[in-house]
């Protein structure tokens, strides 16, 4: 299967393109349809591999999603279950939910999740806090929960016999065919629940479930979470009809996380055992699985400094452990989904031990076969495994950072790996269980997100949202000035190499002299640099006369453990000096106003935002920094503790990346400072005390504040439109004189 190339695509929108492209505003990056088209999210193959099932927008609404399908023999897709049909979508859901959306940053209303069975009889769609079930049999679609409280994490059991899910704080099963439901736990309240993921699972750890299904259903695994020992960090969640106090269970840097035990219960006997997870109990329970037969649970066990992980190995039956193996890491470890079980009694396991993300097949007994993949670039993931064909399917940087294609090789027998799908942008696809066909999702600078179905061998089955940018689609009034980002690498001072994108302004002229903007992020683990459909907000930017730049510094992910390593325990350091470099570079180039440079950034970006304006002899004239952490001390365990250890063993290092102690060096009137007044996350105090320490020094700096709005305000449907255009007036008047 070929693709065809950027060049002849840019050809082609030449050729085709409106010769006079409407501008576009920042009015229309917020109003429906969405600018990047129907783009399939939540894909999945049902069981039997006769369909594919997903998560798509409303035209009229895009932040209001429907289940649909498409069979694989072909025919146009269809709409499975109509959200509106079965719900207004005006309920108010619980705080609890709002948590667990907004840690695994869904923003969108509708129907946002949904499982299959094993079986592919059912289809299990949770929605606005109640429960559905589709019978693909007959397409009848049955309500089977109408509470008061929100049935949260539900899924339904490997055989189809149960629906399971968590109500205020307790874990329930009820029979899919119909009857009483029956509450497997009954002491949740207050700081004690069970069945759930707690708060540092969710935003830290990639874990988002505290409860596992056996294969066989007869037993199932699940968490008890205490959180009494968790600090109480009073919040205000500030929103347009007043303020109400919320006590928030909140571990900050040092301080006590939660403590979570596993127990595993037989479904027949009723009788639950606890698993032993060691003396320690500050640990975190990083992953749970069982192993094919139904025999043996296994349990990620990272240490509470993140430098040593444990395979455990527990008898369902009698909860006797074992440790299989162990990772060490004199820095730290970053987790991955890439532990898989096979049938056969051994395992999958992803390592950096060698230096870069790496695939390994071990026996049950812990003793390493083989190392699956090897080479200087990472693993970016298992997508799925064919035991059929004893091959693993995972995504991959091979060729570039900059782009992500799908591959395959030979757990059995490794070898090089096959690439399933070509360069030139970003994929990403799910494996059907049996027989190696996925789906694949696809998208570059120059082509929206795409998805089609692929057969074991890469060939494009189908497609199931192609989402063509031609005539038609949302973007099609702006294709002429489709933005075109050129690349290029800087050397970092310990002679890595860091990857940098610019965007040019619309209509650009060579001759002339341009403001610029750095739009950062900068954090460990995150790339933002790569050869990605751009985001259509960041064209408005471009309209407005800018040239954008981003770079991704030491720390980014999608690298080498040695460059991710690279700020370990000196967080606002490299990354700064980084950024800086860039900047020098941006500011050489003949067609950039080096007196008229902006930086700005969310999250970890606001940090970086306000690290960099109050960096000696910044380069910067004006900032925007986005709900920043601005002293490490305040965020929470897990992530803080992974890059800088805990408080009282860094003092150094927390002081330094402190904001509160740079201040003196920001210029007057240069910095403005954003943040959501409901925010769980980065807690509205990282910027309040900023606000306090500079209005003490009487350093003048602009504020906008979103009531209501948590951590994703840019994002937001109801107040993204506002982030977006203050953005573009502060920078107007500071760096175009507006």
Known sequence: MKK???????????LSSPVLAEQLTPERIFADPSLSGPTAKGVALSPDGKRVTYLKSKPEAANVQDLWAADVKGGEPYRLIDSAA???GNKELSEAEKARRERARVQARGIVEYSWDKQGRFILVPLDGDLYLDSVADGKVTRLTETPGDEVDAKVSPKGGYVSYVRDQNLYIKPITGGAETALTTEGKDALSFGVAEFIAQEELDRFTGYWWSPDEARIVYTRVDESGVDIVPRADIGPGGATVVNQRYPRAGRPNAVVDLFVRDLASGKAIQLDLGAKKDIYVARVAWAQDGKTVYVERLSRDQKTLDLLAFDAATGKSRVVLTETDPHFLELNNDFKPLKDGTFLWGSERDGNQHLYRYAADGKLLAQITKGDWPVGGVEGVDEDRKVVIFGASMDSPLERRIYEVSYAKPGTPKALTPGGGWWTAKVADTGGAFAASYNDPKTPPQTALYSADGKRVRWIEEN???????YWPYAVNLPTPEYGTLKAADGQ????EILKPTNFDPAKKYPAIVSVYGGPHAQRVNKTWQSPSERTYLEAGYVIFKLDNRGSGNRSAAFKRALDRHMGTVEVDDQLQGAKFLASLPYVDASKLGVMGWSYGGFMTLMLMTAPDTPFKAGAAGAPPTQWGLYDTAY???????????????????????LDNLKPGSLLLLHGMADDNVIFENSTRVMSALQKKAIPFEMALYPGERHSAPGSKTKGLSVLKKHLEFFARKLQGQ
């Open 4 to 14: 065809p190339s950027l060049t002849a695509l840019a050809a082609v929108l030449a």
């Open 86 to 88: 079965l719900s207004s």
């Open 468 to 474: 063509k940018l031609a005539e038609g689609h949302p």
């Open 497 to 500: 190499t860091m990857y940098y």
């Open 640 to 662: 803080t503790e992974r890059y800088m250890g805990k408080p009282d063993e860094n003092k150094a290092g927390y002081a330094y990346a402190d904001i509160n102690n740079r």
